[in-house]
């Protein structure tokens, strides 16, 4: 199975996202602060997701 580097990234950013605001509307209301720490979370999951590699087609771990 291939999977994108962009839709890993992307489902990772969006999996964050909607982590740090389902935490940020528990009061029912989101600060600046809150927003904030939402908007840094999918930058963050964008940018690491995207980073790491897929591992190759056929490639087995050895420690497995």
């Known amino acids: 199975m291939r999977i994108s580097k962009y839709a890993k990234a992307a489902v990772s950013a969006l999996a964050a996202g909607a982590g ?15 927003g904030w720490a939402a908007g840094l979370a999918v930058l963050a999951a964008l940018g690491f997701t995207w980073a790491v590699p897929n591992r190759q087609d056929g490639t087995i771990p050895r420690d497995l």
């Open 20 to 34: 740090s605001v389902s935490v940020a509307v528990a009061d029912d209301t989101i600060t600046a602060a809150e």
